[in-house]
């Protein structure tokens, strides 16, 4: 954040030893890189990020060029705002059926572990509505956990970026630790699809009907792929950002009392429904602030394909660009007072009077998230479920540090006590 605030708003290089890569926090500039001028800026090349990212996820989604416009095409249609909302209901029933399992700490008083119920949630609706039930909840579980540990080990080689993958770095035996354990779970719900795929529209079997630009089906390496990459983009972003939102609900009482007015106002005393997320809008912008200081895509790197000169900055070919969501969405030549918590930052006269790049957690242009729209109803119904339900206390009253990994999580687990709301809930 500092590096930021330092800038104010240029084109710096940062340096890191060797390597000296541009800096871009300017919402201005940020537009520039991610969507007017994409096709220079890609996330190819054997630099910052994408070359210890890509020992996880392969080629794919999460690459450049004709592999990822593939992948992009296969995929997309399966998270478009049409599709998603189809299954809304489908992923109501089972957020539902998942926190009823909170009942019985809330009556007894026993500590639950938020990150862990919320992993247990997200996986039980993402594996039935994107992956038909493929994978189980226990299996699924060992992928979330492993992706924990993946976002911490890989960190070294991110931040030495040009040391030889030959060379040995801390984290490296953890990474092939828990990259074999997600290929222990995922590769064989791979291989059963690809044997025998069906005419069903989950993740898995949309990839292994798909076929290449010249009719070739997908081989398993790129289906693994792209399995593995949309199954943490699914459930990365939902489980650790709301990890965040009892701390702070527990720090601003008068925040907690807003957002627990609309819920009541909304859902009264029936289940959440489809119908109530529209009206859900102060829901919405506490998820927006939660994303503004917590973006989980924390850091996005690109590399400039040709020169380009960017308010009189001359970037050169074969140069690293970094945007961080992080610190531009921290800055405050943008943001008013950005270490507070204040979801009224995205009311909708507040929202028009900003650059529509100062917030941008998913990214932007050809390359945003195709998860987005899928995280915005996920959360909604997780966070009006759960508060219809219960009311909770904090077991340390603190707000965890941002842990810097390749995907940003809460540095110290969160511990609550639940009760149940004081009002019950219609059948």
Known sequence: MEYGNQSGGEIVRVNIGSFRPHLVTHPRHVQRILRDNAGNY???GDGLFWRPVKRLFGEGILGEGQIWEASRRMLQPLFTARRVEALVDRMTEVIDEAVDELDEPSRTGAPVDINTEL???VTRA???VLFADRISIPDAMRVVDAQDTIATAVLPRILVPFAPLSMPMPGDRAFREAVKIVDEVLLPVVREARRNPGDGDDIVSTLCRARTADGRPLDERQVRNDTVAMFAATTETTINLLTWLWPHLDARPDIADRLYAEIDQVVGTDRVRRSHLPELRYTKMV??????????GWMIPRMAVADDVIDGVHIKAGSTIVLSPFITQRMEMFWE????FDPDRFSPEQVKNRHRWAHFPFGGGPHQCLGMYLFYLEAQLIVATMLTRYRFQLRNRTIPMPRVAAALRAQERVSLTLRPASRPLAA
Not at 287 to 296: A, S
């Open 126 to 128: 993402i594996m039935r």
């Open 337 to 340: 007072h950005p270490e507070v």
């Open 42 to 44: 890609t996330r190819s």
């Open 287 to 296: 998820l927006d602030e939660l994303l503004r200081l917590y973006p989980v």
């Open 119 to 121: 992993s247990r949630i």
